[in-house]
């Protein structure tokens, strides 16, 4: 009578089918760092396992759909996941934008009631022709120039 060696065979299967599983989660993790889209059949390709399989697999099967919903709601390039940004992390990059909006509108204010205090001063100094030189106060007689070759 032959030996049982079924415990043998058991146990490659198991260690057969962990090596598969720890493939496929390796080729999810390339495809969703490099933006390539998530769908079953690229997941199959890149990890050489069937589709069929896949869809066995209940947390690969969830993964899959989960990565595949983020694709389908971007219109942008393809971020990997633990890139994105957060939502408490958009959130407060938009209070800083606020802030820094607010601060920019209020120096632009001060800025325009200073202009508008130098040019009535300007003004007041007698100085009506805002876009020319300044006047001389004493004029000089300037010496005449001759133009031509030297």
Do not use: C
């Amino acid at each position: 009578m032959r030996a049982d060696n079924t415990q043998h065979l058991i146990t490659a299967a198991k260690h057969r089918h962990e090596l598969t599983r720890a493939k496929t989660i390796r080729a999810l993790r390339e495809l969703d760092d490099v933006g390539t889209a998530v769908t079953f059949e690229t997941v199959a390709r890149k990890a050489l396992v069937s589709r069929p399989w896949l869809y066995t697999q209940p947390d690969i099967r969830a993964e899959i759909g989960r990565l595949r919903g983020l694709d389908r709601q971007k219109a942008e390039p393809s971020i990997p996941s633990r890139q994105r940004s957060s939502d408490p992390s958009l959130r407060r990059r938009l209070e800083s934008a606020n802030s820094r909006n607010r601060e920019l509108a209020e120096e632009n204010t001060r800025l325009r009631r200073q202009l508008a205090e130098a040019l009535g001063r300007l003004r007041t100094a007698g100085l009506h022709d805002l876009d020319g030189p300044a006047p001389d106060p004493v004029p000089t007689r300037r010496s005449s120039v001759s133009i031509g070759p030297r």
